[in-house]
């Protein structure tokens, strides 16, 4: 199964694996966790799925969904798309200012998500967000093949 061999990779170089919107195949998998948008089951029913495992939240630009996800335990908050991107269509644009005001009223980690290259990383890192979750720049860069991508960010 394909889901094992990713677990096996992320397993070799130390990397959390976590299985997106879905709690039951986590567990199938024996993932690190999952993460759930608006629309998936609820962090307490995914919880008795999988039990104290990483779970992270998508939280688009708003501060009510934060605000629920801390009250529900959210291992982490993800917020964006902070800058344009052609890997996924999005309905929601997150800012800055955002990432100011979760930091007031949490220290869960937060995710910056949705456009992310060489060029802007460094602001949303030096804006309070801790982890940045970059696809399109790595996986469909024309001008540089993905560990070469990935060695620009550091």
């Not at 801790?130 to 001008?143: D, E, F, Q, R, V």
Request: aromatic share 6%; proline share 2%; net charge positive.
């Amino acid at each position: 199964m394909i889901g094992q061999k990713i677990k096996n990779i992320c397993k070799t170089n130390k990397v959390k694996f976590l299985i997106n919107d879905d709690p039951i195949l986590a567990k199938k998998l024996d993932a690190d966790g999952c993460h759930l948008g608006q629309k998936d089951i609820n962090i307490k029913e995914a919880r008795k799925i999988i039990g104290k495992k990483i779970i992270g939240i998508t939280c688009h630009n708003s501060l009510l969904f934060a605000k629920k996800a801390v009250e529900s335990k959210a291992s982490y908050l993800a917020f964006g798309s902070f800058y344009s991107s052609k890997t996924k269509r999005t309905k929601h644009v997150a800012d800055i200012k955002i990432l100011k005001k979760i930091k007031k009223i949490t220290k869960i980690p937060i995710v910056a998500i949705g456009g992310i290259n060489s060029e802007n990383y460094k602001n949303l890192l030096l804006n309070n967000a801790n982890i940045l979750a970059i696809s399109g720049y790595i996986w469909n860069n024309k001008k540089y093949k993905p560990l070469e991508a990935i060695e620009r960010l550091k």
